[in-house]
């Protein structure tokens, strides 16, 4: 065997920030946040991933994607592990991963409005508390409506522009 | 490492049965709730059941695994799964009654996730830190389910005649499997003496208020409190679970050890 291979932390995150979403190619996986830590344990590489939906099937392409990744940089001794706290929130999707996702025709998240468990009240629903205005990533324009909470995939929600009629995916904060 | 586990000093043997309360509570409602997939009154819609369902199948997954880890005998959320009996099933009777139709799917799915949110909302603070970090993050989701369930149960009971009626139909059909979930034996309180979960009548009082509040917005009558139905939660199961577990199993039964 050749000696070990032991880049930098920096430098495979760099690596991470290149391989892309399963669901969603345009963004990496470090745009969506779902890296939690990189770091030696003697010669085995640790990476620290945390789930995004908890039922998202594209959960173990993602291991598989990572472990491929690091593969073909060389590195053979890689282990994944799991964190599940801090949960994984939409507010950690980066800001050009945001940019990607609109230029991709998916409206990105609006930070702060995950669904925290407060329930509102009538009247506020009544009075449109709950409404975001979230922008049609097609024309522009805040005229939208909400036609489902769910969407494609367990990471989005459906949406469409009343003024150029585009149906759209919203990405489902929680 | 960062999953380091704080394992409050309780009876693995309690703590084993709590996890598979929670988890086949999620897995037979999750197989409930994906029985509607291709079946919806609306596309959106099927696409809501089914994302519904796989949240809960990856709940269950969370749940079911730690539960194996922690009976310490080499299985897998899968094996809990696909091979135990009907009568090792811990899930309330609620979640195996059929889907019978969209409002009572509906109306099932809200009095569980008004149930579940309170229940998770509660775990999150579990002295138990591998529970409390999974309640953590179903708690998100189910937070979100809720909004859903909620929303259309004032929609429909306060909709057309005919969805007013069946609305009012579905609640009056499930209220007496409501009972179940605030009951409490041996496993609940010793498992809420060392904190590790909250004692079921606790919370009573939250879910009175959200289902209350939801019915009276959709202009539904709350039943009377009368006979309730029990059994799941110590394995004394409606013969429906029966059929669920049919066909949930069969690959497993028919071709042992099969892989995707």
């Not at chain 1, 409506?145 to 904060?173: H, M, N, V, W």
């Not at chain 2, 079911?64 to 090792?88: I, M, N, P, Q």
Request: hydrophobic share 40%; with cysteine; net charge negative.
């Amino acid at each position: 065997m050749t000696t070990a291979l032991h880049p930098s932390v920096d430098e495979v995150w760099h690596w991470l920030s290149e391989v892309p979403d399963p669901e969603i190619p345009v963004i990496s996986l470090t745009d969506l946040g779902i890296i939690r830590d990189v770091g030696w344990q003697d010669d085995t590489l640790v990476v620290t991933v945390t789930p995004t939906y908890s039922g998202c099937p594209a959960t173990t392409v993602i291991n598989l994607d990572i472990e491929r990744a690091l593969a073909e940089k060389g590195l053979g001794k890689v282990r994944l592990q799991r964190q599940l706290s801090p949960a994984w929130t939409t507010d950690w999707i980066s800001v050009e991963g945001r940019e990607k996702l609109r230029a991709y025709g998916i409206a990105p998240p609006i930070d702060g409005t995950a669904a925290d468990g407060v329930l509102l009240k009538r009247i506020d629903r009544l009075s449109g508390r709950s409404n975001l205005a979230i922008a049609c990533p097609r024309c522009g324009s805040a005229n939208t409506e909400k036609i489902s909470q769910f969407g494609s995939t367990p990471c989005k929600a459906s949406y469409r522009c009343t003024d150029c009629l585009e149906p759209f995916d919203y990405f489902k904060c929680i | 490492m960062a999953t380091a586990t704080l394992e409050p000093a309780v009876d693995p043997a309690a703590l084993f049965e709590f996890l598979a309360r929670i988890g086949d509570n999620a897995l037979i409602l999750g197989h409930r709730v994906s029985e509607w997939c291709g079946h919806a009154p609306a596309l959106e819609e099927d696409i809501a059941l089914a994302n519904t369902a796989l949240d809960l199948i990856g709940q269950t997954q969370l749940w079911l695994g730690l539960a194996g880890e922690v009976e310490g005998k080499g299985r897998s959320a899968d094996d809990l799964a696909y091979l135990r009996d009907g009568f090792e099933f811990r899930n309330i009777l609620m979640v195996e009654r059929p889907n019978g139709d969209f409002g009572k799917t509906l109306m099932r799915q809200f009095l569980y996730d008004a149930w579940h949110y309170l229940l998770l909302k509660s775990l999150k603070g579990s002295t138990d830190r591998r529970i409390a970090e999974i309640a953590e993050k179903a708690f998100k989701e189910v937070s979100y389910h809720l909004d859903r369930s909620r929303d259309l149960v004032i929609r429909l009971g306060d909709g057309t005649a005919e969805s007013h009626r069946r609305m009012q139909e579905a609640l009056d059909d499930l209220w007496p499997y409501t009972g179940e979930m605030f009951v409490a034996d041996a496993v609940d309180t010793r498992l809420a003496e060392a904190g590790v979960i909250p004692e079921p009548q606790s919370l009573k009082a939250g879910w009175d208020e959200i289902v209350a509040d939801a019915l009276a917005e959709g202009t539904l009558k709350k039943p009377a409190d009368g006979y309730m139905h029990k059994g799941g939660r110590r394995g004394v199961h409606t013969e429906h679970l029966g059929f669920v577990l049919t066909e949930l199993q069969f690959l497993q039964r028919g071709y042992p050890g099969a892989v995707w």
